[in-house]
């Protein structure tokens, strides 16, 4: 997927552009509630916009007008503001809206944009509020996407530091997994096995002890069910 700090900025020019502002920000609030994280801050007036101040964090008690609705939890908007100043830019704002994004019964994050040439609306509140919701829901995707890679990499390369010869196969004898040690133990690619019904060659004197030990986990395995399905009954 797209880098985040990219659909952080996709999604700020997406507001502004929705909703005729000419300034914006996206920020997310730490734990504690105490905090704001700036992921990005951008100003559309400005020849050539770049959005700024990635990764810049602030202090909520100190932000002014930003930060309203973290305890609210409802959207901000105000049409007449004299003379504010975010701490992050020294940019007057001269109308402002901001809404929040709730996670769990909490803000999670906010997002605000300013300086429209006619006052906020409940439309624009709506835009605004939807369009973060959407990437808040689609980061969260992206970062349990990416936990879950984590954990299969970490866990797959356990499993190929092991000497022992791992494997795992469907009832009908496909494998769907072996490690490194097992392919080279046979001498076959791993592509000759996952997916295939491989059958090694075990001498005659280890047939009888491989089968006894596929068996006793078959049964262990059976019985691990049945005591299972006794308990949820």
Known sequence: GAPIQELHDFALRSAIDLTGSTVGYFASVTEDRTRLLFHCWLDASADGPHPVLLETEAALDGTGILGS?????????????SGASPPISHLEIRRYLEVPVIDGGHVVAIAGVANRATPYTEVDVRQATLLFEGLW????????EQALRMSEERYRAVVEAQSELIYRSLPDGTHVFAHEAFCRYYGVPRDQVV?????????TEELARHEAELKTAIEKLESEIEQLLKKRD
């Open 69 to 81: 609705s973290v305890q609210t939890k409802t959207p901000v908007v105000q049409n007449e503001v």
């Open 137 to 144: 829901q689609f980061l969260q995707r992206e970062r349990a």
């Open 195 to 203: 997916g295939h019904r491989f059958h090694p060659n075990i001498p």
